[in-house]
């Protein structure tokens, strides 16, 4: 994957183009960055040609103005969309990640092939309630991020997987993440519930780990319903389910696509 910025941004991306075919994008989970999905690389590569972006303030996305917000990330999505002449393209978001494919998906609809979310929830149908519950256990994770990075990314690595495996790796991704960088999440409640609800013309997958907590895994039982289309529950997997059980995540994601065409 070539490393790229987006010009006049702070936007870092990597790009596999030697495909020749129709393209994935990916978006990553909160914390991390791109390198969460070095499996994902690896199984498609050849397949589909291959777009990943640092979320700002993560991974390389980080040389950020004050003038610069989290908001944007659609609009930047799009300005390598323009510069690369991807017409359209399938999307894959773990947890945050998720949040960032449907914003784009809301602004650019004729852009968008398929989108797959693991570990997310329905932006623009989310229960308040629910928001408030998930904020004040996210509040107390951030607390501990404050006295250090390291204690929050040991904590943190044990909501985010499930296998061993999966949580070191996590670990090595999230200690890399910087403090100042809490600030550009706390515009994300304005993608929330901005846009209404409507038919999709693209195709959608929800998903999740079968480890995730009670509430993601009614989430996505909930969401799938009333979408109604494919749900898919990794085994052996928890909230960042494409590191616990690369296997069966890059399965699903494949067989959904296959059967679009």
Known sequence: MKALYLENTPIAYYIDDT???????????????????????????GKYNLLAIDILGHGKSLNAKKIDSIEKMADWINLIFIKHNISAAHFVGVSLGSVFIQDFANKYEEKVLSIACFGGYDINNFDIKRQKAN???????????????????????KISAYTEQAKEEFYKLNIQFRKKSFMYLANLGKLVNRFSSKKRSYAILI??????????????????????????????????????????????????????Y
């Open 135 to 157: 904020s004040k256990g996210q509040m107390k994770m951030i607390l501990k991020a404050m006295f250090s990075i390291k204690w929050f990314a040991k904590d943190n690595k």
């Open 207 to 260: 998903g999740c780990g079968e480890y995730d907590i009670p509430m993601e895994l009614q989430i996505v039982k909930e969401w799938s319903a009333k979408e109604n289309c494919k749900c898919a529950v990794i085994q052996g997997a928890g909230h960042c389910c494409n590191m616990d059980n690369p296997q069966e995540f890059n399965s699903v994601l494949d067989n959904f696509w296959q059967e679009l």
């Open 19 to 45: 495909a020749n075919k129709d393209w994935i994008v990916f978006l990553h989970a909160a914390f991390v960055n791109s390198d969460m999905f070095i499996k994902q690389y690896d199984y498609f590569k």
